[in-house]
């Protein structure tokens, strides 16, 4: 970012999934198609002015994107590093079927960064991977960007903008991001980097 620009980035979490309620982070679960359209429309109506649409490589963001890409007639970039937390051997499990794995689960929510997941990715790299997109994020073309992501990301993307400790098991059990909602985050070049949060988890529907 040169001097005297301001970015802002809009965090558009997906909406609400079909199936069974799960720990969905990996797998590539899909919201039907007449909630996708809901949702893009109403963000059409709030007439944001957006240079490009980045999206998550999984279903129920890059299929929102895809759409609100075409609508506005903007560039569409998928960011693989942007998509959601791979939770393991759980993730994309029915939670009527996690019976055996119900307490593991139970103390992984607890103290995220100290209790992995069997098989999952851990919650360092997690951190690691999302802040590093985000910073690579910050020095791409476009003053106005959409970003189509997950819970997860925008609680770590929040947590890095805020100097909020990613390790505090309260960023994931209380902040709440709605399905389909904006985060708004602004950012401000001068002598030194300046971040704004403008807002958090504003409903889009």
């Keep these: 970012m040169e001097n005297g620009t301001t970015k802002n ?22 919201v039907h198609p007449d909630m996708q359209q809901r949702i893009g429309e109403s963000l059409v109506e709030q007439n944001l002015s957006l240079n490009r649409v980045i999206t998550s490589p999984l279903r129920r ?35 009527d079927e996690l019976k055996d794995n119900w307490s593991m689960l139970e ?3 607890q103290d995220p960064a100290n209790h992995q997941l069997t098989g ?8 690691d991977r ?3 997109a985000w910073s690579q994020l910050l020095t791409s073309e476009g003053d106005n960007l ?4 997950h ?9 890095h903008c805020l100097d909020i400790e990613w390790k505090n098991p309260s960023l994931y059990s209380k902040l709440s991001i709605d ?7 602004q950012i401000t070049q001068f002598a030194q980097r300046f971040v704004s949060v403008k807002a958090v988890g504003l409903p889009v529907l």
């Design 9 to 30: 980035i809009y965090l558009l979490r997906h909406g609400k999934v079909e199936g069974q309620p799960a720990l969905n982070g990996s797998s590539d679960v899909l």
């Design 146 to 149: 959409l970003l189509v992501t």
């Design 179 to 185: 399905n389909a909602s904006i985060t708004h985050i």
């Design 120 to 127: 999952a990715e851990s919650l360092q790299s997690f951190h």
């Design 151 to 159: 819970g997860g990301v925008i609680r770590m993307i929040l947590a």
């Design 61 to 95: 963001c890059s299929d929102l994107a895809d759409l609100c890409a075409k609508r506005l007639s903007l560039p569409l970039w998928v960011e693989p590093e942007f998509q959601e937390m791979n939770f393991g051997d759980v993730d994309g499990v029915a939670f």
């Design 107 to 109: 103390t992984f929510w």
């Design 130 to 132: 999302v802040t590093q």
